[in-house]
């Protein structure tokens, strides 16, 4: 994509009445560098003009070429400031161009702004604004007075001569000013102006919702719209100039030409800055110090973004204020950008001056990707038809003729790469518009324009630009149409596809082998639906289970009576007590399915010591582990018994619920998983189905189901004595093996309930013996 830098060019207003005459600021125009004259005030030079009080109009030419200006060439033109500490030290500022007291203008306007409007016609979007310290004369140079025209009129009357001419560009404008951070619509009367939002669209171009844009038929049109207008803006007296701008205004204008079946849209926008001001000088009371404050906090954003783009941050700070998000574009987007660079001789401004040619010459090294902003007639129109309102984008276009940077001592190029382009336009909704080209074709139009040659004449200019984009159309159509065959192929395949399957299906099971991989995904897929809705029963019931459980927790509250008469020391024992018998419980509990009882007593447990936190997080513990359990069990099963449905080609049935009586004889539904591994009393006789899966998962893995939970819930140091004693067996073995255990361990822990005050060690050592 073709780069253009922002072009800066600088203008020294003439002393005002009562300023005190000083030479400390000139301009100099081709100094060969290495003449001392205008760097050094005291050498007297007698060729050049370097008192900013005589100096004529340097700088300007007619062609508006700067013709090897800047540092180049061994030639200087710029500015050159005496320090303000050691006048014998000079600051020199280079610029494309340089303007005298004495410039007009004209000069200006026809060397640096001119050439611009052409390129505003040609669809790419132009950004030219005044920056300056307070007085400096941005204003005048913008607006100019009725005798003396400034940069806006005149760029007006260029525009409507054009219209006169065979392209007859179509004009409208829209205006705004940013007043505290605030946006206005300065085409609508103040008593109606809301403040307006800036917002972004999906195409990341920036916009002020609801700005007014105005369509114009002459310059005399205008210049009753722009009257009008501009008396609307914030404007206030301070002590150094009676007639100080406190707002940022933005005018655009915003230009549409037909080129055969294509329509070009360019805008201008013309930005006159309030002036950044030294408090200390301006006498402001407070409301002037509110407006003061936000003018300097907007500038210094716009000055953190230059810094941003100079250094080649990821990060651009355009978010910071109103002002950057809206000159978001002409700082590193995708317009053409002019910097006027308005200075004031007297030396009461110096430090500011400086800190405005700073500025000034770090915003030279800002790239912008200008693009092109062209669509074919033929295309849908845009979401929001107006004129003023149709958006920019899209390929590049190189329209300024800009100088080669002059090399800045300490100006860092950078080596990051920089933020793609980013579009925003000043009163512009909607979506982007194009059909040419986007950052990947902009490579061919902006190679094109590069090409040309300075000085081209319009016409060469558009005719190239014509030629380039007829290429990019005809080469992107001939995309589109492969990219749209190719997707048309993809969903023709997708279609083929889809029918097989139906026929697939509409020839029905008969046609398969049934034990083809087919069919036994299909059994497979069944049998996931059965388990599945069996998972569900299984929630059910552990919910069921669950709120059982807290009805006894509250009937426990008996237990808390009791243990209210105990001593502490009587407590912590039987608590501990309690506990041991608990997790002799837990730990045996795939044997003799004591989870319940394990429950249980470490309620108990806690009545007696409500305040230990061992216990609760044991208890925590346990219930985590009993609900894993549960539902690893569950699953395995229910894998299992898929797993051999499968293998025997048998329909998978999910194993039935199994109805427990509760003690008080309600009836509950508990996941048959639960506890009918172990066969003790109260789990439901084993069906054959049920005996088979046994049998189907000790053939898949060597082991009982028990052996599979154990190793869920069992670290590797407290494994149980069933794991062990089971792994002891051969495969063979083990059922009858771990039936036996199962049933001497049923003995001990039995036993053990009585002997509540027993140690924990000690119950321990019962359980593994
Ligand atoms: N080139 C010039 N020739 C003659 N007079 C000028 C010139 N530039 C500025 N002035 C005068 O200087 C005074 C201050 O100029 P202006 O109001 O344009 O400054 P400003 O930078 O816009 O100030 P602020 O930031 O406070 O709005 C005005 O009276 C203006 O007429």
Known sequence: MSVAKVKVIARLRPRLPGEPLDDGIRVCHREPANVSSCSNPGSGSANVSLNANSSSAIGANSSGNSSGSGNGGGSFTGIAVNNPRDPSQVFRFPFTNAYGADATQEAIFEADVRPLIDVACSGVTVTIFAYGVTSSGKTYTMQGTSTHPGVIPRVVEALFDKTSSSSKPEIAVSYMEIYKDDVYDLL?????????????????????????????????????????????????????????????????????????????????????????????????????????????????????????????????????????????????????????????????????????????????????????NERD?????????????????????????????????????????????????????????????????????AKTLEKAPLGLSEE???????????????????????????????????????????????????????????????????????????????????????????????????????????????????????????????ENHLTRG??????????????????????????????????????????????????????NRKPFKPSPKRKKKSKKGRTTNVAETEMDVDGNENAAPMSDEQMEVDEVETSLTGRVMGGFAAELTNTGSKRSFTDMEMEMGTPAKRPKRGAAIKARLAMVVDDGDDQLAAPRKNRRRIGET
């Open 188 to 372: 609508v009367a103040r008593e109606n102006a809301a403040k307006l939002p800036v917002r972004e669209n999906d195409a990341g171009m920036v916009f002020v919702a609801g700005l007014v844009s105005t369509p114009v038929a002459s310059a005399a049109e205008f210049d009753a719209l722009f009257a009008t207008s501009t008396s609307r803006r914030s404007v206030g007296a301070t002590r150094l100039n009676d007639q100080s701008s406190r707002s940022h205004a933005v005018l655009t204008l915003n230009i549409r030409t037909h080129v055969g079946d294509r329509v070009r849209e360019g805008k201008i926008n013309l930005v006159d800055l309030a002036g950044s001001e030294n408090n200390k000088q301006t006498g402001n009371d407070q409301s002037r110090m509110a407006e003061s404050k936000a003018i300097n906090t907007s500038l210094s954003a716009l000055g953190m973004v230059v810094h941003a783009l100079n250094t080649g941050a990821s990060r651009i700070p355009y978010r910071n204020s109103k002002l950057t998000r809206l000159l978001q574009d002409a700082l590193g987007g995708s317009s053409v950008g002019l910097l006027i660079c308005n200075l004031a001789p007297s030396a009461k401004f110096r430090q500011d001056t400086l800190n405005t040619l700073n500025f000034a010459v770090r915003t030279k090294n800002i790239e912008n990707k200008p693009v092109v």
């Open 460 to 586: 060469e200019i558009d005719a190239r630009i014509s030629r380039a984009v007829e290429a990019e159309v005809a080469r992107r159509l001939e995309e589109r149409e492969k990219e749209m065959e190719r997707e048309q192929e993809q969903q023709r395949q997708r279609e083929r596809e889809l029918e097989n399957e139906r026929e697939r299906q509409m020839a029905g099971p008969s046609q398969h082998k049934s034990g083809s991989p087919k069919v036994k995904k299909q059994e497979f897929s069944r049998a996931l639906s059965s388990l599945l809705k069996h998972h569900k029963d299984l929630d059910d019931g552990l919910e069921a289970r669950l709120k059982q459980l807290e009805r006894k927790f509250e009937r426990g509250s008996k237990e808390v009576d009791l243990a209210d008469m105990l001593s502490p020391v009587s407590k912590k024992k039987t608590g501990r007590a309690f506990v041991a018998l608990a997790r002799s419980h837990q």
């Open 377 to 445: 007639v033929h295309l849908p129109q845009p979401l929001k038809i107006d004129f003023a309102q149709l958006p920019a984008p899209l390929p590049a276009s190189k329209p300024v003729t800009t100088l080669p940077a002059p090399s800045r001592a300490g100006a860092r190029l950078s080596l990051v790469p920089r933020p793609a382009a980013r579009v925003s336009g000043f009163g512009f909704q909607g979506s982007r518009l194009s059909i040419v080209g986007n950052a990947d074709t902009a490579p061919l139009l």
């Open 594 to 647: 004591d989870l319940q009882k394990a429950l249980d007593l470490y309620r108990q447990a806690e009545t007696y010591v409500p305040d230990n936190i061992k216990l609760k997080e044991r208890w925590i513990l346990f219930l985590v582990h009993v609900f894993l359990w549960r539902v690893a069990h569950a699953h395995r099963k229910a894998i299992i018994e898929i797993e051999w449905a499968v293998k």
